[in-house]
T-cell receptor, first 114, second 110 residues
Framework: NAGVTQTPKFQVLKTGQSMTLQCAQD?????MSWYRQDPGMGLRLIHY???????DQGEVPNGYNVSRSTTEDFPLRLLSAAPSQTSVYFC?????????????FGSGTRLTVV | TQLLEQSPQFLSIQEGENLTVYCNSS?????LQWYRQEPGEGPVLLVT?????EVKKLKRLTFQFGDARKDSSLHITAAQPGDTGLYLC??????????FGTGTRLKVLA
């Protein structure tokens, strides 16, 4: 059981470039989300999805797009990278509302925008 | 958006000592979770508390949810180097969204 798989592990982008961070889960979880983690700020929610075809914004959605065409995949797109998007990005999934079983997190993507 | 503040931000202690980490908010949460994160990895769930006043124990870790469901604490007895990591609390905002605290970075010295 792979759980939540994120690729790539590390990425360096130039300002203005675009890229997609991949996230896939094999647990048939209906809920998936993207967080960014910055020093001293904990994890901040970017976008989330409660099922295929359904997405919504979190705390810090600007500069990011998502789509959910299948239950398994939830890619995060940076349309025009900015240095402020330098961060560690985590994808998480859960079955249902995560109220009792919690999230399963991927191992993260460390992104540097220069 | 509700805010969760954790204290202390950093904690360095000797093996065998006890410690308490706090998670506070001015808002009420329907449930609260604690996670531990190690370098280069994603957070891993330790516990979920849902009832005001609830106390849960996980070996040497004791978790408490405040009576008013606005705060929580994590107490570690006889800390070990394996307890080293970043401890995060997360409160439920609505049905699906969890808001994470700022984290407490714990280092236990052998």
């Amino acid at each position: 059981n792979a759980g939540v798989t994120q690729t790539p592990k590390f990425q360096v982008l130039k300002t203005g470039q675009s890229m997609t961070l991949q996230c896939a889960q094999d647990m048939n979880h209906e809920y998936m989300s993207w967080y960014r983690q910055d020093p001293g700020m904990g994890l901040r929610l970017i976008h989330y999805s409660v099922g295929a075809g359904i997405t919504d914004q979190g705390e810090v959605p600007n500069g990011y797009n998502v789509s959910r065409s299948t239950t398994e995949d939830f890619p995060l797109r940076l349309l025009s990278a900015a240095p402020s998007q330098t961060s560690v990005y985590f994808c998480a999934s859960s079955f249902g509302s995560a109220g009792s079983i919690g999230y399963t997190f991927g191992s993260g993507t460390r992104l540097t925008v220069v | 958006t509700q805010l969760l503040e954790q204290s202390p931000q950093f904690l360095s202690i000797q093996e065998g000592e006890n410690l308490t980490v706090y998670c506070n908010s001015s808002s009420v949460f329907s449930s609260l979770q604690w996670y531990r994160q190690e370098p280069g990895e994603g957070p891993v769930l330790l516990v979920t508390v849902v009832t005001g006043g609830e106390v849960k124990k996980l070996k040497r870790l004791t978790f408490q949810f405040g009576d008013a469901r606005k705060d929580s604490s994590l107490h570690i007895t006889a800390a070990q180097p394996g307890d080293t990591g970043l401890y995060l609390c997360a409160g439920a905002e609505g049905t699906y969204k969890y808001i994470f605290g700022t984290g407490t970075r714990l280092k236990v010295l052998a």
